[in-house]
């Protein structure tokens, strides 16, 4: 009896599973698969990171003891609330102009979604422009992706030191043919595009950022490749009928562009923004992520837990940037819908 009770009972499950797949829609068939896809980071997120997270959190709020011989070794947490949060934000970055973390940490984010949204509009100039039929594209195509092979993992930490890699990134006495040791050199001043905007009648303003955007031109097309790829992926996807159409109702490039193009691309620009943010903020070039590291000196053993407060504070910002950044792409995304 119990057997045929749970005989029952599994095919009730089985019954019950085949609906579910046989008469889904295409859109739930769709939602599964991608369930599927990041069920591998959900279930290491739970089992392998949720204790770790817990534990940092943990020393953020908390003051850490080491426990001596006599006392049984190892270590004790005592409560202190936010505390270590508040000795962060008050953490001094530069002692010579007095520059508080949370000053630095709002100075750095204003900079880092400068050169994101540069990023982001690059790289879909780039994808564009790669999607042309012209002789060579798949050459130049693997150009631009080559930064990205040469910036990753072992490569770039053997290129580290390589002079010839310096002085392209730096440009620096260029013309006089000698190796720059400065980490940027300015490729225009302020002064040159002050008389510039002057000439044109445009607010001055804008010059620091514009700056800032041409002397790290080598940064950001660095870092483009990735995104390059994706938005040339999407614009592969769109039917050549869609452009055929739009050629015989008259439409000019501008308008096939921002009518046909543009929103068929957007869910790309979304994906690209989430991507581009978090690597931004996380690369190893960061400021803060580097302030952040060096609080003990690069020490892996270490427990400092104003370091601890600092991280969960960068964490909350990088949190608050991707809110930002999916609730504004949201607002023009454009999902193409077949019947289910």
Sequence with gaps: MNEKTKNGFFDKIVEKFKSLTVNASLSEKKARTGWIFIAPFVIGLIFIYASAIYESLCYSVAYYK??????????QLQFVGFDNYKAALNLTVDSTEGILFKEFLFTSFFDQVIE????????????VLLNQKFVGRT?????FFIPVVIGAGIIAKIDNNNAIIESMSSLESLDMGSVASQNSVDLVSVMDLTKAFQSLGVGTKFIEPVVELVNDIYNIVNRSGVQMLIFLAGLQSISPSIYESCQMEGATAWETFWKITFPMISPMILANSVYTVIDSFTAESNAVMGFILNMTGGSMTTVNTT???????????????LAIFAGLCSTFVFYQRRND
Excluded at 309 to 321: G, K, S
């Design 66 to 75: 080491q426990l001596s011989a006599l006392e049984g070794f190892g270590y």
């Design 116 to 127: 994101i949204v540069a990023i982001i509009l690059l790289s879909l100039f780039v994808a």
């Design 307 to 321: 370091q601890v407060a600092a991280c969960w504070i960068y964490f909350a910002l990088v949190i608050i940037t």
């Design 139 to 143: 050459a130049f195509r693997a150009i």
